[in-house]
């Protein structure tokens, strides 16, 4: 079994930056990837952002490209996002994959574990 934390929401102003942390623990040596995904009010659960952790190779989605970051320390993974907007107002999840299980990294159903999620408000 894989845990994952989420931390570093809370009320923004557009235009700031944050910082989002997903610290993973227990088995993580089962760890494929991880990823960032977001659910606003009314609206279904969409990714964000992902970073294999076999290959490095990062995933962006189209509404955060160019402004994020997804990077990874130890077991630790970050997703800067920068220039926020009142439309990135979402609960943030983080989520892993299973090694050798079938799937992608920017559909939710490819992930197998996930966190509580962190609140994330941008003010206009």
């Known amino acids: 079994q894989v845990q994952l934390a989420e931390s570093g929401g809370g009320l923004m102003e557009t235009g700031d930056s944050l910082r989002l942390s997903c610290a993973t623990s227990?088995?993580?040596?089962?760890?494929?990837?991880v990823g960032w995904f977001r659910q606003a009010p009314g609206k279904e659960r969409e990714f964000v952002a992902a970073?294999?952790?076999?290959?490095?190779t990062t995933y962006y989605a189209d509404v955060v490209k160019g402004r994020s970051t997804i990077s990874k320390a130890k077991n630790t993974v970050y997703l800067q996002m920068n220039y926020l907007k009142p439309d990135d107002t979402a609960v943030y999840y983080c989520?892993?994959?299973?090694?050798?299980?079938?799937?992608?990294?920017?559909?939710?159903?490819?992930?197998?574990?996930w966190g509580q999620g962190t609140q994330v408000t941008v003010a206009s």
């Open positions: 227990g088995r993580t040596d089962n760890i494929h990837g």
């Open positions: 989520s892993a994959r299973r090694r050798f299980s079938g799937g992608d990294f920017v559909t939710r159903s490819s992930y197998h574990w």
């Open positions: 970073l294999s952790w076999t290959s490095g």
